[in-house]
């Protein structure tokens, strides 16, 4: 409910209200059940509460150790956890070379190119250790780098991404991977917070027909730390074509280096992988910093690669003869996890794809997934909406077969899921819709895909280990099925789960811990669950429903809406391929919800369509939910990695100044949203 009815009180800010309706469920494939890795119906109950922490041996078995550890989980000094004290591993030993004397001639890593007159590239497990010990030797020799180091990379999607992460690991040098869409000067803040002295980049890369040059950005990144005083001592460039320098601009004599030329020095050369620690920091995955310093999310070796190997093997269903594609960027936590250290250390075939999934057309992933035969897929919400908007009906013209589908990153509107289902999935995938954080370093609330029966739109519970609970303001639990949103919360801790905010310990418990911790003294993890930003309902079956940020909440008169609902039912409207809401100011009711939507093809702008919106979002939310205005735009102004930016659409709605759009994949849109207004 959106109101509490009693006199004189208001709802709690944390309860969003809430309207969805109880979804149809879907059984798992019976085929897909019979080759899956986790079919024990009692799974959740042998990772429950009375054996933990000790339940997660299990995952950190999956991986080899120089030495075991002595103490699975230390508690000692709240919230730093500390998972499997004691033992040594290598995470790159893990991801290559346990598996050469079985795996040496499969193929590790499918490089898909943009350009589709260029080959699949495939590297198979044994070139992979060449080529990661080559470079790891070029990093210890030439860069100077030794253990604990911090190393950025503002690499594009390349195989040499991956190889670049692998061999930092190999020598215990943190990498800190910057998403390759972001600007030179959003590189330099990670640079200086991280204190890396080398810069790792590529020349040039393809992104939606055009050969971007990706230098130039490096040129400012150092330029604009070094303001800050941090000094870049070294740039090292991979060639998009190796033997051929594709950037415009030029090379800085004494600091730029070409990495195909100088790796030569070092061809055939084999450097042991450095026993780590536990708890020694893999890499660095600074959040956005969209509000505020960008956060440096601090990850481990040992607790972290035992989650993704677990979660990569149980949720993901990844077997060593799958071919898995994961359409994320590995500039992202979701790339990190689940294209690169997950899979890998699974033994997987994993694709890397360059380019954009809507291009040269919306067949593009289908016929991907038909050369290289693709059975597990994992994208965004974002993707599967733009292409169900431009190719609805494109997957039929495609031989390929999915077992399992992923996605992630947002929640999934039930119309959307459903064309995931039957149209891209052709009603055999299995479906999981991960809920988790790039701090949390894997899933959280997701379907075990053998077991639990899917729900559109719908994360469902904790995966096991994980206790998600739904909190009010004042911290009281809102029970299942009571229909009330509130805060989601993690009870318990997990391996997975960031360390800390990198150089930023106070930051990390103030804006995780500390609204919820029942005792600052305590060393009892049960007084220290962890906040994860998010508004969710739990359903009566225990599955959670993610509404998105609790800052996505629109307060109408007095009623808290969720824009992932209004969004939800915006695409219930037949005509409608995407949709944005935003908060615009209103003079009688203090906020209107402004809905924002582009069409599918075929279809042109009206006042019809308008007003089935308006109808749809009445009729399935209720009059409070009636927007301000209906927008239909050409296209949603878009970051690079397909996130429709809201903030430019609420600025233009409320006539306001929409600030820097440079940065968009689209800024030519947001004139054209303007001439609407």
């Not at 800010?13 to 469920?25: L, M």
């Not at 030993?93 to 495939?122: G, M, Q, S, W």
């Not at 809406?561 to 005509?575: D, F, I, N, R």
Request: charged share 25%; with cysteine.
């Amino acid at each position: 409910m959106a109101e509490d009815k009693t006199a004189g009180t208001e709802v709690s800010e944390a309860q969003i209200a809430v309207h969805w309706k109880e979804e149809e469920t879907y059984p798992p494939n019976p085929q897909f059940i019979a080759q899956a890795n986790m079919t024990d119906p009692h799974i959740r109950e042998k990772f429950g509460e009375e054996n933990f922490p000790n339940c997660f041996k299990e995952y950190a078995d999956m991986l080899d150790w120089y030495e075991y550890w002595t103490k699975t989980l230390d508690t000692s000094n709240p919230p730093y956890w500390k998972w499997f004290v004691g033992g040594k591993l290598n995470a790159c030993y893990n991801c290559v070379d346990r598996h050469l004397p079985k795996y040496k001639n499969k193929t590790a890593l499918h490089f898909v190119p943009e350009p589709e007159n260029e080959r699949i590239e495939h590297i198979t497990f044994q070139e992979l250790y060449v080529r990661v010990n080559e470079f790891a030797a070029l990093l210890k020799d030439f860069c100077g780098l030794k253990r604990g180091d911090r190393v950025t990379l503002h690499m594009p999607m390349t195989v040499e991404l991956p190889i670049t992460m692998l061999a930092c690991a190999r020598i215990g040098v943190i990498h800190s991977q910057v998403f390759s869409g972001f600007s030179g000067k959003a590189a330099a803040d990670r640079i200086v917070d991280s204190g890396s002295r080398v810069l790792i980049t590529g020349d040039a890369y393809y992104r939606g027909g055009k050969l971007l040059d990706h230098k130039e950005k490096a040129d400012i990144a150092v330029a604009e730390a070094a303001k800050e005083g941090q000094k870049v001592d070294k740039v090292l460039i991979w060639q998009r074509y190796p033997g051929k320098y594709s950037a415009q601009t030029p090379l800085v004599e004494g600091r730029d280096f070409i990495v195909n030329d100088v790796i030569k020095n070092y061809y055939h050369q084999e450097v042991e992988p450095e026993k780590m620690n536990s708890e020694d920091v893999l890499f660095l995955m600074y959040t956005s910093g969209t509000t505020g310093k960008p956060k440096g999310a601090q990850h481990s070796t040992g607790g972290y690669m035992a989650y993704v190997t677990g979660t990569s093997k149980w949720i993901q269903d990844i077997h060593p003869e799958d071919v898995y594609w994961c359409m994320a960027d590995i500039g992202w936590i979701t790339g990190h996890s689940y294209i690169v250290y997950g899979p890998l250390a699974l033994a997987a075939s994993s694709v890397i794809f360059e380019g954009v999934p809507t291009h040269p057309d919306a067949g593009r992933p289908w016929r991907v997934a038909e050369e290289l035969d693709v059975n597990i897929f994992h994208t965004s919400p974002t993707a599967i909406r733009a292409l169900r908007r431009i190719g609805p009906e494109e997957p039929h013209k495609y031989k390929y077969h999915f077992k399992h589908m992923t996605t992630v990153g947002e929640p999934i509107e039930p119309e959307v899921w459903r064309w995931y289902y039957n149209e891209v999935g052709k009603k055999e995938a299995v479906i999981v819709d991960t809920w988790w954080q790039t701090e949390t370093g894997g899933f959280l609330c997701s379907t075990v895909p053998a077991i639990d029966n899917m729900k559109p739109g719908s994360a469902g519970p904790g995966v096991p280990g994980i206790y998600p609970e739904i909190l009010d303001d004042n911290g009281e639990p809102l029970p299942r099925g009571s229909n009330k949103a509130g805060n989601i919360v993690i009870k318990n801790p997990w391996p997975g789960l960031m360390q800390t905010i990198w150089r930023d310990d106070e930051r990390f418990v103030k804006q995780y811990f500390e609204r919820y911790c029942a005792n600052k003294n305590s060393t009892d993890w049960h007084d220290w669950p962890y906040f994860a930003g998010d508004g969710a309902v739990e359903a009566p079956d225990g599955y959670f429903r993610i509404l998105g940020r609790i800052d996505d909440v629109i307060n109408v008169a007095g009623h808290r809406l969720g824009t992932k609902e209004l969004e939800s039912a915006s695409l219930m409207v037949q005509e409608v391929g995407e949709a944005a809401v935003v908060p615009v100011p209103d003079p009688i009711k203090g906020v209107l919800p402004h809905v924002f939507i582009s069409l599918k093809p075929g279809f042109e702008p009206s006042k019809e369509i308008e007003q089935k919106v308006t109808d749809m979002l009445t009729r399935e939310i209720g009059p409070i939910a009636k927007p301000g205005r209906v927008w239909i735009v050409p296209d949603m102004p878009k970051t690079r990695s397909g996130k429709i930016m809201r903030r430019v659409l609420a600025a233009v709605a409320a006539g306001k100044d929409t600030g820097d759009v440079t940065t968009l994949a689209n800024p030519e849109v947001v004139e054209k949203i303007k001439a609407l207004a």
